[in-house]
């Protein structure tokens, strides 16, 4: 079985400052991909940036940079330069590459003020 | 990334009627769809995993004559929560995965239908 822990409910960051959010996970299985969703009050889920637990370098997307640390099971998603629309639900979420079902943490509430 | 449609985005019902909730992948053909509910100021919860052409397979604790779910084809999969009551009132939302090359292990996910039951 695979969990996900997310220990911030919430998380505070002013415009254009960098913010981490934490992610921790917890898996036997020996190959599996870590994923970061956005879910902004509108619902729907935005797929955001993905690692593979066997990929050597660290996954970016534009702002978006996961710090992956297998020995200590953490993938925490790095945002730099924070905007206002950046303001919404995160979720970090598992698989195990035999298949595909998706294990979700309990999401962080980040908030970019001006 | 692939994109999904979900139909409706919100929709009221009386107790005891049946909602049917549709998710598209318009541009790639999924053989595999997920369908997930979401509680206010909770986490994802997966209901089933839904495979074209042959009967879901739904998560533990999920009752599959409550949440009747159809994937006729390679683009289509509709989820029908039946004799809807109050407490099956929730945000419901599917995803789609398989694509080809890094994308065959992401799911993207629809925009999500919010059932109110009275």
């Known amino acids: 079985a695979q969990k996900i822990t997310q220990t911030q409910p919430g998380m505070f960051v002013q415009e254009k400052e960098a913010v981490t959010l934490d992610c921790t996970y917890d898996t036997s299985d020996p190959s599996y991909g870590l994923f970061w969703y956005k879910q902004p009050s509108s619902g729907e889920m935005i797929f955001l940036i993905y690692?593979?637990?066997?990929?050597?370098q660290n996954a970016t997307e534009g702002r978006y940079s996961l710090n992956f640390q297998k020995a200590r099971k953490s993938a925490n998603l790095v945002i730099s330069a924070s905007q206002l629309g950046d303001s919404a639900m995160y979720f970090c979420a598992m698989t195990p590459r035999r298949y595909s079902t998706l294990t979700f943490g309990k999401g962080t509430m980040l908030l970019v003020s001006p | 990334g692939a994109v999904v449609s979900q139909h409706p985005s919100w929709v009221i019902c009386k107790s005891g009627t049946s909602v049917k909730i549709e998710c598209r992948s318009l541009d790639f053909q999924a053989t595999t769809m997920f369908w997930y509910r979401q509680f206010p100021k909770q986490s994802l919860m997966l209901m089933a995993t839904s495979n074209e052409g042959s009967k879901a397979t739904y998560e533990q604790g999920v009752e599959k004559d409550k949440f009747l779910i159809n994937h006729a084809s390679l683009t289509l999969s509709t989820l029908t929560v039946t004799s809807a009551h109050p407490e099956d009132s929730s945000f419901y939302i599917c995803?789609?995965?398989?694509?080809?090359?890094?994308?065959?292990?992401?799911?993207?996910f629809g925009a999500g239908t919010r059932l109110s039951v009275l």
């Open positions: 690692q593979g637990s066997y990929d050597q």
């Open positions: 995803s789609v995965g398989g694509g080809t090359g890094i994308s065959k292990n992401i799911q993207y």
